[in-house]
Every structure is written in C-alpha cells, then in structure tokens.
C-alpha cells in the first residue's frame, strides 16, 4: 500500500499525449460499445431473465411473429439497455431507441413508429416518464399495429387510423408503479431484473478490463466487485477511477492493493456504500433513534430530494438488509448498526 501511494504521489505526467482529443474521443466512444455484449451467451448474471428471454426469442423467431412486447424493470444501471439490444441482436431485427422524457408531443411517437421496419424492436427507457397523451399513441399501435391520428381542428376534425408495421416495443423502467394499469397490462412480457452477485460482476469487470486492455488481477477484479453494490454500470465506473490511480502512479497492474487504495480515496466502504448511504444510515440512528421515520423527514433532515432516496440510495441498502422500510416508515436493523461499527477511518 505504503509502496503504491508513493508512486503516485511522485509521478509526474509526460507531456506528449498518446491520442489527439478527437481520437481520443472516438477510441473512447468504441470501447464503450465494446463491452456490451451482443448476445445471450456473453451476458453474464441475470440467469433467471436472460432463460427466459431466450425461450421467448427462439419461440417467436420459430413462429416469424414479433416478439411479444416486453417491460424491463429494476434499479438503474443493471443492464435493461444491454439486454433490449441483444434481444434485438438475437431476433435479427433493426433496433430503434428513445426515452420517455425525449417524446413530448403524440405527433413525435407517431413518427418514430411510421418509421419502423417489419419486425423492429423500439426501446424505450424510462417509459414510465411518457406523457399520458403520448401514452394513449401506444395502445392502438401495440394491441393492432396502427396509430390514431387526428387530422384537422375544430368541429371538422377527425380520427384517421394509419397502419404501421408489426413491431415489438421493449421498456425499461425503475418505477415500475409509475406506469399506468392500461399500459402495463399491453406487456406480455414482464421481467424484473435483480442486483448481480460479486462472481458476475467480476466476470464483467474481467471482459471490461480486455477491452480496455488493463491487466486487472482476479483478486482485483473480486475485490472491486464487491464493492459495486452490485451494478455493472457501477462497476465499471469505479474500475475506470482504478485506471486512472494506476496511470497516474506508473503503475501497470491493477491488483487488490491499488482497488484497496482507489475505493478508500473514494470513500466507498467493503460493502459498496458511500459517504451518503452511512450518512443516511447515521442520520436514522442518531436522530432518530434508529427509527422508524418518514420519508419526508428524512428527506428535509439529509437535504436530498425524496426520489433521489427512493431510487439512488434506498434499494441497495434494502438489498443488503441495512434499512427496513414498513408502513410507519424507515428504520436501522442490527445488521445496519454493526456495519457503522465496523466502518473505520471513512465519513
């Protein structure tokens, strides 16, 4: 430890940069592709989902129908993006994406589905953030393949059903209770995706280091992974700040001394949590003995917005057991207690 922190403190950059901003950009941009897979097979974690939507796919291909339209739900950054792309992938299908926040008018969703060839899968994240209007669209266009639109205004206006293409339209949501009931039932594929255990996550890491072509230990690869709270989109965002403690101290190895090193710099604990998650946890021990408090309170006490708690923080720390959420509120269990006993010398 003692060795590494020197090399970092006594390294100094060199002056010729190895890409121009442009190629470094680009050469960013394509890794980044990169360590998504592109199939099934490659996709590690998730088993539950993944058989299950390999079953569905090789169904309707055997059939040369559409898919049956798809929700994807769970907590951010555990791969519904990912996975609509590779079902896409594996149907041989064309892939469209958008988000819910990006379609603002019924008009904007008419055109994207008018353009959809024979067969596409149209992803949309964050459904649930769809306006209601532009929601309606969606009810004609998956149940028969065609889209309402009203032509003209005034007394002489009037509805003109246009046919699209047969389609499948896959969604991701973290909310899965923000959607609407009439939606929600249109889905004839529902699947929830849950937290990744460390052995997968440190697959990922494994892929996403040859990728990047870092040579990450699989000690390394264990420790950053269980600290990831158990999201890939997490992982491979602290193995990035791992690279960059291991470039800027010369060091060419990425071990579990420097993961060590990196993750105590960030303030992220051996079970994944960061100063706002203790902080959150401290808050309910000692202002509130421990709970239970309400959501409200504990918002106005920590200063963050209530969906941030619900969305960002909360889900993990249900997953781990540290917080307990029940009709009178939030609430500290002893597994939550002897983990702030446990965390030494980290805010």
Known sequence: MDKIEIKI??????????????RAFEHEESTEQQIRPHRFADYPGQDAVKNNLQVYV???????????HTILHGPPGLGKTTLAKIVAFELESPFYQT???????????AGILAGIEPGGVLFIDEIHRL???VEEILYAAMEDFSVDILVG???SARTVRMPINPFTLIGATTRMSSLSAPLLSRFGIQEHLEFYDAAS??????????????????EGAMGLAQRSRGTPRIANRLLRRVRDFADYGGVATLDAELVDLTLNRLHIDQAGLDKMDRRIMRIIQDRYQGGPVGIEALSATIGEERATIEDVYEPF???????????RGRELTPQ????????INLP
Request: glycine share 8%; charged share 25%.
């Open 58 to 68: 090789a169904a309707a291909r055997m059939r040369n129908r559409p898919l049956d």
């Open 153 to 155: 205004q005034g007394p």
């Open 131 to 133: 306006p209601i209007t």
């Open 317 to 327: 720390l249900l997953h781990q057991g540290f917080v307990r959420r029940g009709s």
């Open 9 to 22: 403190q006594e390294h100094t950059f060199r002056n010729e940069p190895i890409l121009t901003e442009a």
């Open 99 to 109: 988000s819910g926040p990006s379609i603002d008018k019924p008009g904007d969703l």
């Open 336 to 343: 939550g207690v002897e983990h702030l006993n446990n965390v």
């Open 201 to 218: 996550l440190a697959i990922i890491l494994k892929r996403s280091a040859s990728v990047w072509d870092l040579e990450l230990t699989a």
